[in-house]
């Protein structure tokens, strides 16, 4: 009879399930489900119509086994002309059923594969040496068993890397100044990059030297490079510094870096540029004489090109800008310091007080020096920002006159600039007063008035004030000494210019209560103290009782207010009020010209001769001051009519003699 199949039964040695196949058509058989790892012997029985034969005798025991798995996480690191690579330990189950015998290790990518083999199985790293940077090695790792001893399927893990080092340093490194503060950085790429590309470059600036310290003063950051770029088709390296210090001395490091890091740094230094301190000026007028009104110069004293702008005449405060295109400075008067333009476009300021130097388009870091005539006012670093205002007192020993203030700056752009302003000084120093003459045979000589009140005109170190009254009596008389005003004095200033009409002053009547004194002004308008004459209407309320006496005197019996009035004054200015140089009041003068204003004396004023201070801005936006004497009589008594043996007279103060003309009439009287 003819077999029909085979019957196969697997028994396990040890522990473990018999298999049984009876389904085998032919031989060889083979018999599945049996586990790995696990050992059989087999039976093998003959199938036909009648049945299954007798088994045969056991096999030799056989192990069922697949193939070994690849090794787990395969890595490597590349290093200098070397490889290392790294494994995880393979596991029991990973073998497929097979015994480990070992790792096979194969490098391939040079003039010759290289074969290690691995037997201990926790050895887990392996390294090729000799190897050449930025050459493309593959590393392939096999699983050995006992079932395997070749590479095969699923045994095999791989891995491709680019041994490298660091790269040598950049080359031909330059620094070149864009800008008094700003350079620029460019190098080319290194000669070697280590086998790997130089994807980046770090750059650091490291200030080596400054002058003066200034840059903890001022700079609001250190010296930094801005991102490095690299050009594609050169290769070459750059970047941009910003935040230098005028003459200061840097050292920048370029640094290159690839995926094996920072390579060999390169570096340069450089050097910002410093700027020449130009000398202070000297006494003269800055130019003022040849037709400067604002001007600028270089340091060799070379015009340079400059726009300006100068407030309206009489506009408080006044301020004179100037500017060479590049960087812009403003004059003006700090808070507190009386300040507007005349009609030259000069700056008026008050002292003592203040003036503010502000501009912008400055070089940061820079000096900004600012001298008044030949005296130095004050040095100012410029901020990161480049702009400046600060506050400046004006020297104590300043006087009534024309100087010229030089601001000594450098733009942004590193140019040298000298600012030359013209600047008119008016005082605010107390006025004083002359003593009249002695009694004696004859008349004493008067005291000498000032050109300028709150000035020393006579040189002797002190304030000139008013002159005296005459003297009389049987003696000689002395000449007075500046002390005390006379009552019905009036002086204004500036004088009339030669060959114009001379000042008129105009009193009222005795019998007039309250009266009052009109002087008219050069330049146009009036001036005047109490009721102006010819004026109508009825008193203020509470205006003290003033009279004008036969005899020229200005009397005020006090309690009661002075009225102060004036015309043909600057529109929108300051009229200021003083008694004996001390402010008692201002006003503000009407769209039409005109002011008033009603002044008190100060508390506790003693009886005698003072006087009242007015000082306002004419039409053309000049200064003008107007002086009038007056006699303050004690509170309840009567007017004080003067000494009739006195020859009082109305005055003006002519600056060009320096004399004061006296005058006898009464209602009317001319100045000359």
């Known amino acids: 009879m003819d077999i029909d199949a085979y019957e196969l039964v697997a028994t396990p040695t040890g522990a473990g399930d018999v298999v049984t196949d009876s389904f085998c058509p032919s031989w060889p058989c083979t018999i599945d489900n049996l586990v ?102 593959t590393v392939e790792l096999v699983t050995l068993t006992s079932a395997n001893s070749a590479a095969v399927t699923g045994n095999t893990a791989t ?30 790429e290194p000669l070697a990059s280590g086998g790997a590309t130089v994807t980046s470059y770090t ?35 750059s970047c941009t510094v910003s935040g230098l210090s005028v003459d200061s001395s840097y050292l920048a490091t ?146 009534a006159g024309v100087v010229v203030v030089r601001v000594d700056t450098v733009g942004s752009s590193g140019a040298q600039r000298l600012f030359r302003f013209p600047v008119r000084v008016v005082t605010t120093a107390v006025i004083g007063t002359g003593d009249d003459g002695g009694s004696g045979g004859g008349s004493g000589d008067g005291g000498t008035a000032p050109p300028l009140p709150g000035t020393d005109d006579d040189g002797d170190g002190e304030t000139d004030g008013w002159g005296g009254g005459p003297g009389s009596g049987g003696g000689g008389g002395t000449t007075g000494s500046p002390t005390s005003p006379c009552s019905g004095c009036v002086s204004v200033f500036p004088a009339p210019a030669p060959g114009t009409p001379s000042p008129e002053v105009t009193s009222t009547d005795p019998d007039v209560r309250p009266g009052g004194v009109t002087v008219t002004l050069p330049g146009g308008g009036t001036g005047s103290l109490g009721t102006p004459p010819g004026a109508g209407g009825s008193p203020t309320p509470g ?17 009661g207010t002075v009225p102060v009035s004036g015309s043909g004054a600057l529109p929108g200015t300051t009229v200021t009020v003083y008694v004996d140089g001390i402010p008692v009041g201002t006003t503000t003068v009407g769209s039409d010209g005109t002011y008033s204003i009603d002044v008190t004396l100060p508390p506790g004023i003693d009886p005698g001769r003072h006087v009242i201070r007015v000082d306002s801005t004419d039409a053309a936006g000049d200064p003008r001051t107007v002086l009038f004497g007056i006699a303050v009589a004690a509170t309840g008594t009567l007017p004080v009519t003067g000494r009739n043996d006195l020859a009082i007279a109305w005055a003006v103060l002519i600056a060009a003699l320096g004399a004061l003309a006296t005058l006898t009439g009464r209602s009317r009287r001319e100045l000359v």
């Open 36 to 137: 790995n790892g696990t050992e059989y012997t087999v039976t093998i029985a003959a199938i036909n119509a009648a049945g299954t034969g007798p088994a045969s005798l056991p096999s030799p025991a056989l192990t069922p086994f697949t193939n070994a798995q690849a090794v787990r996480g395969l890595i490597g690191v590349p290093g200098d002309e070397s490889l290392m690579v790294s494994w995880g330990e393979i596991t029991d189950g990973a073998l497929g059923g097979g015994t480990f015998t070992g790792y096979q290790v194969t490098l391939t990518g040079g003039s010759s594969p290289v074969v290690e083999t691995i037997t201990d199985r926790q050895t887990i790293d392996h390294s090729f040496d000799g190897l050449s940077n930025g050459t493309a090695y």
């Open 203 to 237: 750059v650091t600036v490291d200030e080596q030297s400054n002058r003066s310290g200034r840059r903890s003063a001022v700079a609001a950051t250190a010296a930094e490079c801005s991102t490095p770029v690299i050009d594609a088709d050169t290769r070459v390296g």
């Open 543 to 559: 205006t003290a009782d003033i009279t004008v006496t036969g005899d020229g005197e200005v009397v005020v019996s006090l309690p």
């Open 254 to 399: 370029i640094t290159p870096v690839n995926r094996m890091g920072d390579g060999t740094p390169a570096t340069v230094t450089f050097t910002t540029d410093g700027f020449p301190t130009p000398p202070p000026p000297g006494d003269d007028d800055g130019g003022i004489d040849d037709g400067c009104i604002v001007c600028a110069t270089d340091p060799d004293g070379d015009d340079v090109p400059t726009t300006g702008e100068v407030t309206a005449p009489g506009v408080s405060p006044g301020v004179i800008t100037v500017s060479d295109g590049v960087a812009t400075i403003a004059l003006t008067g700090a808070d507190g310091t009386v300040s507007y333009s005349d009609s030259q476009g000069r700056l008026v300021l008050e002292a003592p007080g203040a003036v503010n130097v502000s501009g912008s388009g400055l070089l940061p870091t820079s000096t900004v020096s600012v001298f008044w005539s030949s005296d130095a006012m004050g040095n100012v670093i410029v901020p990161s920002t480049g702009l400046l205002d600060t506050d400046l007192d004006i020297p104590a020993d300043a006087v």
């Open 159 to 188: 891995v491709t890397l680019v041994p490298a080092t660091t790269s040598t340093a950049p080359r031909n490194a330059t620094a070149v100044l864009s800008s008094p503060l700003v350079a620029v950085l460019s190098w080319s």
